[in-house]
């Protein structure tokens, strides 16, 4: 046995000699983990929740989530963290998710071990379509903090428990498909089945380096603490990752995860899909007895989607429509603004960025506008045209002194005689519903006298007076009122 050993452990070595740059995982981020198990339909299987580099707490609230078709929680037990009487536990346990809650309001200080939170027991009710279930962990960040009342974070690492079939044959290293979008990180935890018993186990982990980027890699449960060697040069493709335990006195049997690894999609024109290979080397991947292990592995896909936006339209308070668009998107598909009785209606404006936008109905009055004040000479016209901002069916003109200056019913107004009147407008339509609608706008006319000019020296002064006294002055006060039409009716 111990020349057995020996052998063993020169064989390790010499098949895991790789360029010294490797490394072993560790992480110091604080973490609640949900132990992986194996059992039959009908078991009772234990599932440990831990918790590990604890930063301090005097209170913690877990949600644990499972499938309940094919879990039922028969029994909770609490662990040995938070000491005793601190633990409050749901006394249904048909309830899912299921809460754990530990806290300590008499504590003066942080309690800082390590250790087992609590643990379930769950009966085995049917086997699942892909012969393991989840495990789901999730925390109440309001409800979990230190003495000095600062809020905890935490990495969550879900379980599974693994429901061994006598319909499966054959040992398997494989990883779920994905769907991602372009420029995010996702995470692949990879999982094997159907453990023949090892000892040790290399795999290269093989991807599109065009499509995506591998950022980390964390180990799993299988082969235990201190086992795991990982290449140290992310950018290494294939990736090697390696297990290897020379001085075990028995095979590693557990189903579960083997590592998890960490992607980054990178940015693509359009959808595209992509592969995860894992390619097993079967030289290096034996049991306790040195006997080679035969398994196979299942390629993962990964479908990497552009990056997709939400505009949600809101009226009223209400959600009217939720539009979702992509980097690129130049104009959106806008539901019908809700309307009101002799209102106007209309989608606030908005600029199409890479970000989810909110927009909102806007409603007006009717309203109309022209310029504000002309001068004509005696027998000159002008044509006035009113903006209104909804669709006009008919106008109606009237002038407040005909002597003046007289208007026809398209707007056209003729200088009769020297003076100040007002021309007006009544503008007239219809609200989504029918019902009549109206608005009034109106501009002051000045009517000045035809004037001769008789040498260049009049006609310098007539320039004067008549361009830079009055007209300019018209001008300015025109250029002004349509610059508040503008910022106002922005269409």
């Known amino acids: 046995m111990i020349m057995k050993k020996i052998i063993s452990l020169l064989i390790v070595v010499m098949i ?20 992986s198990v194996n059992g039959k339909v009908g078991d ?21 989530g499972y499938n309940s078709e094919t879990l039922e929680l028969t029994e909770v037990s609490d662990g040995d963290v938070f000491g005793t009487g601190h633990a409050f536990l749901g006394k249904d346990t048909t309830a899912n998710p299921y809460t754990l809650l530990w806290e300590d309001a008499l504590a003066t200080e942080n309690y800082t071990g390590d250790g087992t939170l609590a643990t379930l027991y769950f009966k085995i009710l049917s086997e699942p379509t892909d012969s393991k279930t989840e495990i789901h962990l999730s925390i109440d960040m309001g409800s979990t903090f230190n003495v000095d009342l600062n809020e905890i974070p935490f990495y969550l690492q879900s379980g599974y428990v693994f429901v ?30 159907n453990n023949p018993g090892l000892i040790a186990m290399k795999m290269g982990i093989s991807y599109e380096s065009e499509k995506l980027e591998l950022i980390d890699v964390r180990n799993g449960e299988i082969f235990g603490d201190n086992t795991a060697y990982f290449g140290n040069k992310i950018i290494a493709n294939p990736y090697n990752l390696l297990w290897e335990d020379a001085l075990a006195e028995e095979n590693y049997t557990d189903n579960g995860v083997l590592c998890t690894l960490v992607f980054t999609a990178k940015d693509v024109a359009e959808s595209v899909e992509t592969e995860i290979k894992f390619i097993i080397d079967q030289g290096s991947t034996f049991d306790i007895d040195l006997n080679e292990a035969e398994l196979s592995a299942q390629s993962c896909n990964v479908l990497i989607t552009k990056d997709t936006f939400s505009a949600t339209f809101m009226a009223n308070g209400e959600v009217v429509a939720v539009v979702e668009f992509t980097d690129g998107t130049e104009k ?44 004509l000479k005696v027998d000159e016209s002008v044509k006035l045209l009113p903006v209104c901002n909804f669709k006009t069916l008919r106008r109606n003109w009237t002038s407040s002194n005909p002597d003046i200056a007289t208007v026809d019913d398209e707007g056209k107004v003729t200088a ?40 260049f020296k009049e006609l310098i002064r007539e320039i004067f007076d008549n361009f830079f006294k009055v007209k300019l002055h018209d001008l300015v006060d025109n250029l002004l009122h349509l610059l508040t039409i503008l910022f106002r009716y922005a269409w």
Not at 44 to 64: D, E, F, Q, T, W
Not at 176 to 191: D, G, H, L, R, Y
Not at 357 to 369: L, N, R, T
Request: net charge negative; charged share 20%.
């Open 16 to 35: 895991s000699i790789i360029p010294a740059s490797i490394i072993a995982l560790a992480s110091v981020q604080p973490t609640v983990t949900a132990e």
């Open 44 to 64: 009772i299987v234990a599932v440990k929740i831990s918790l590990c580099n604890n930063p301090g707490l005097i209170a913690m609230r877990l949600y644990i």
């Open 164 to 193: 061994e079939s006598s319909s499966e044959s054959e040992s398997n290293i494989y990883a779920e498909n994905v769907t991602i979008n372009s420029s995010k990180t996702f995470e692949v935890p990879v999982f094997i089945r």
């Open 332 to 375: 959106l598909d806008e539901p019908d603004v809700p309307q009101k009785p002799g209102c106007i209606a209309r989608w606030s404006p908005y600029e199409l960025k890479n970000e989810d936008i909110v927009i909102y109905a806007e409603y007006f009055s009717p309203e109309a506008v022209m310029t504000v004040r002309h001068t």
């Open 416 to 455: 009769i005689s020297e003076g100040e009147c007002e021309i007006s407008v009544t503008c007239y339509g219809e609200d989504y519903f029918g019902n009549e609608i109206k608005a009034i706008a109106s501009a002051d006319i000045k009517i000045r006298p035809q004037t001769y000019v008789s040498s």
